[in-house]
């Protein structure tokens, strides 16, 4: 079950994508569990709809259609991780750069936005959570310098 959580950045996106539009094109699909559209999903309030939303609803992906990735990736992930979910279960669809800051055309930038939601939910089906380690470091090394070539002794 994959949760799809829209943001249209306090108007920003919305002037440009038909966010409507992009919802009913989501409803159509089956593994879909949920769609939000929220109009700041950075803010608090709607991280903790995110929260409980999957919590709520065993939703096992997400997708977000938002800002950048290089953003908000880990404002997200921080948020999955509150919600009991692995962080590296969730994909970023850049609708500011790549749809809102370069087209004028309104039917140009929606088609865009469902292209790279489509693009994010695809790859979101094939994730597998990752499990992050810890290493511990040793004290006792010390490297000075490096070798490019290996000289015999």
Known sequence: RIGVFLCDCGGNLSRVIRFPDVVAALGKLADIGYVHLGHRLCSEEERERMVSEVQERGIDRVVIGACSPELYEGTFGDVL???????????????????????RDRGKATEKAKTLIRRALSRARLLEPIEQEHISVSRDVLVIGCFTDIIPI
Not at 84 to 96: D, F, T
């Open 81 to 103: 991780e509150r919600a009991g979910m692995n962080p590296y279960l969730m994909c970023m669809a850049n609708l500011r750069e790549q749809c809102a800051w370069v087209y």
